[in-house]
């Protein structure tokens, strides 16, 4: 991609320029490239823009041209000889769908994550020298993490979820909801709990322990947890967690900090069931679980 910096123009383009320069293309040859060309950009246009828009056709142009420069780069190691040779012998359409297929193949990482990448991200501009081989392995990366972070909610969730998981593939969600489960299993190691989900009694004894001992104490002991939680996780996912700081839990670590209204902070960042949620609210709606407050409840609703 050097000789497209300092010539300022796609890689692609200054093949076909000396190519046609140096004799090893023929006019008759560039200018069936440029047909082929011009009704690929047709169809892109067509298929994913308009054909009525001047600008929406020269977006296509740019696609086609981003899409032709990555499937060409892919094959021909940085060699302007050997993209000479590529396009002569296999042709421009050859290199579009070369690098097609690695556009595509972002599906086969992570359909959702495939879903938000724009095929004019691909565009390149006639004096564009931005290396697009950069740019689709950013997108491949993205995609990778994005099926990781789906693939370790799916594993946290199955230890630690105290509710129904219901399938969701929004990152946001996921990174949120993945927060609270990690949260919740670092607060159990804290009472050194073996249990995986907070009944009312152990949400208790969290909060009784949290309150009552020294703060340097218990982010001493947090740190421990942390640790440990790490250990037990596979080498991918640990390094995972780590590079995506969600083992940071500065919100956690700043409310135990802070010792102000533990009771009202907590149960957001944890994972708690909905009859738990309820019962600590002081609502029934949430249903029965065989508590003290149940009884109550049920004692209020029966009939003198």
């Known amino acids: 991609m050097k000789i497209a910096e300092l010539r300022n123009k796609p890689f692609v383009l200054l093949v076909l320029k000396d190519g046609l320069a140096?004799?090893?293309?023929?006019?008759?040859?560039?200018?069936?490239?440029k047909q082929q060309l011009s009704d690929m950009s047709l169809r892109i246009a067509s298929d994913n823009l308009s054909i009525i828009y001047t600008d929406h056709i020269k977006k296509a142009c740019e696609i086609v041209l981003g899409i032709i420069n990555l499937g060409l780069l892919s094959h021909c190691d940085n060699s302007t000889e050997k993209a000479k040779e590529i396009i002569k012998t296999?042709?421009?359409?050859?290199?579009?769908?070369?690098?097609?297929?690695?556009?595509?193949?972002?599906?086969?990482?992570s359909a959702e994550y495939f879903k938000q990448v724009k095929l004019?991200?691909?565009?390149?501009?006639?004096?564009?020298?931005?290396?697009?081989?950069?740019?689709?392995?950013?997108?491949?990366?993205?995609?990778?993490?994005?099926?990781?972070?789906?693939?370790?909610h799916k594993i946290i969730s199955s230890q630690y979820a105290?509710?129904?998981?219901?399938?969701?593939?929004?990152?946001?969600?996921?990174?949120?909801?993945?927060?609270?489960?990690?949260?919740?299993?670092?607060?159990l190691k804290l009472i050194d709990s073996e249990h995986k989900v907070f009944n009312n009694e152990r949400y208790n004894q969290l909060i009784a322990y949290l309150s009552n001992t020294d703060v340097t104490l218990v982010l001493e002991k947090f740190t421990l947890c942390v640790e440990d939680f790490a250990k037990q996780q596979s080498l991918s996912t640990k390094n995972y967690l780590y590079e995506t700081s969600l083992l940071d839990f500065n919100e956690f670590k700043s409310i135990i900090s802070s010792q102000k209204k533990l009771t009202v902070y907590?149960?957001?960042?944890?994972?708690?069931?909905?009859?738990?949620?309820?019962?600590?609210?002081?609502?029934?709606?949430?249903?029965?679980?065989?508590?003290?407050?149940?009884?109550?409840?049920?004692?209020?609703?029966?009939?003198?």
């Open 22 to 33: 140096d004799g090893y293309f023929s006019e008759e040859f560039v200018h069936k490239t």
């Open 90 to 109: 296999q042709g421009i359409v050859y290199c579009f769908r070369a690098g097609w297929a690695k556009y595509a193949a972002l599906k086969s990482i």
């Open 120 to 152: 004019s991200s691909y565009a390149l501009a006639a004096n564009d020298t931005a290396d697009i081989t950069l740019v689709h392995a950013d997108f491949v990366k993205k995609g990778q993490d994005s099926l990781k972070l789906f693939n370790l």
């Open 162 to 187: 105290a509710n129904t998981v219901i399938p969701e593939t929004d990152e946001d969600y996921l990174r949120f909801e993945l927060q609270k489960l990690l949260n919740s299993a670092i607060a």
């Open 266 to 304: 907590i149960p957001e960042i944890l994972e708690l069931s909905v009859n738990l949620t309820n019962e600590l609210n002081d609502d029934f709606e949430g249903g029965y679980d065989f508590g003290i407050d149940d009884q109550e409840d049920i004692a209020y609703l029966k009939p003198d």
